[in-house]
């Protein structure tokens, strides 16, 4: 009963930027680490940015100084904000989110996947 929401993929021009958010939501208490992670055809999942909890972030060596992840804990909500796209950047992006349930469990999901394109 847990939904993994995608939003903000699609077309832009290299050195542009993109705005992505993943919403959980369903019987969840709160939200310990979320991290975004893209894969491109014919390659393997790569990690983007994680956040924990309480805001301490990671990213990817390819990413670090464009992409920012950042998360609304009120809203169970991670975003990455792209800038200076590149069209090595192309890709389908997934959310993960470790939700924490009411009585204290932990699962991770996994979005459905949101596109970005960068064109040339």
């Known amino acids: 009963q847990v939904q993994v929401v995608e939003s903000g993929g699609g077309l832009v021009q290299a050195g542009g930027s993109l705005r992505l958010s993943c919403a959980a939501s369903g019987s969840i208490y709160s939200l310990d680490d979320m991290g975004w992670y893209r894969q491109a055809p014919g390659k393997q999942r790569e990690l983007v940015a994680t956040?924990?909890?309480?805001?301490?972030?990671n990213y990817g060596d390819s990413v670090k100084g464009r992409f920012t992840i950042s998360r609304d804990n009120a809203k169970n909500t991670v975003f990455l904000q792209m800038t200076s796209l590149k069209p090595e950047d192309t890709a389908v992006y997934y959310c993960?989110?470790?939700?924490?349930?009411?009585?204290?469990?932990?699962?991770?999901?996994w979005g459905q996947g949101t596109q970005v394109t960068v064109s040339s």
């Open positions: 956040i924990t909890s309480d805001g301490s972030t």
């Open positions: 993960n989110t470790k939700c924490i349930f009411p009585d204290r469990t932990r699962y991770t999901y």
